[in-house]
């Protein structure tokens, strides 16, 4: 066959199983701020309850949703060749993360806690409660930042 | 007081209802993409695993994030404002979303019904159902798609 037919036949292959391979790294960045960022408007959203107007069915559904990105494990998507800017793909993240995994994987997996129990007590707890925990996690967020992303 | 401290003390109560203002257009469309952005991470980690190496733990994670993600209420990420490029914060939404809202609420209600049944097969049921209702997902999303975004 001809090498334009047999590139499109590859191609098609390769189209087929886009997802079966490993991300590109600039995807990876990229799917892992969206991550990031989802979890901030939910954060935000929570934050703003607490000021005024508390709506319990908000305030449930972003916990949820911060608990659920926390749960899908991004840390998936820091992979080799995703340790600086790829092009106009930024990224935050600081060398010293790749360097000291036992340290991110304390601290994923203390914000992993906090989120799910944030997403229990939105269900169950009082504003009080639910202050107390928002807090934590926010903290929790905070510790991982300080240690590994740049200003 | 002076002008300098007093300033300082208005973006002081600014910056802590920050969250509790209505976000900026440029800031519901930059949330809104990420929201959808990491429900396609997520829908391309179940596809991949349908493909090969079924991975349970992986696929409930990705259901469950796709779902809390659609149950978190993204619509009131498209308010005035959002209906068109701002700057550099581009958007692929089409001016008859705005202008159609029955059928908006009609898309994302399929989706959502769709999403959250997949989280559910996904814990329950065996390849064939979960790959039956991943279809059924990924339909929900395209019917959306076609109807509401650019090319």
Redesign the interface.
């Known amino acids: 066959m001809g090498k334009k037919v047999f590139l499109g036949a590859l191609a098609a292959v390769f189209l087929n199983?886009?997802?079966?391979a490993p991300?590109k790294p600039e995807d990876q960045i990229?799917?892992r701020?969206?991550?990031y960022?989802?979890m901030?408007?939910?954060m935000?959203?929570i934050?703003?309850n607490l000021?005024?107007g508390y709506n319990k069915d908000?305030v449930v559904?972003?916990a949820?949703?911060v608990?659920?990105?926390s749960?899908?494990?991004l840390i998936a998507?820091f992979g080799p060749g995703t340790e600086h800017d790829i092009g106009e793909t930024k990224t935050r993240v600081k060398a010293e993360f790749f360097q000291q995994q036992d340290k991110v994987k304390e601290l994923a997996t203390a914000f992993n806690k906090e989120a799910n129990e944030l997403a229990r007590v939105v269900t169950v707890g009082d504003v009080g409660a639910v202050k107390a925990q928002f807090g934590k996690t926010g903290e929790a967020c905070k510790s991982c930042h300080d240690k590994f992303r740049t200003d």
């Open positions: 199983t886009a997802y079966a991300l990229r799917f701020k969206a991550g960022s989802f901030a408007w939910n935000g959203r934050k703003s000021e005024s908000e559904k972003s949820a949703a608990a659920a990105v749960n899908s494990g998507l």
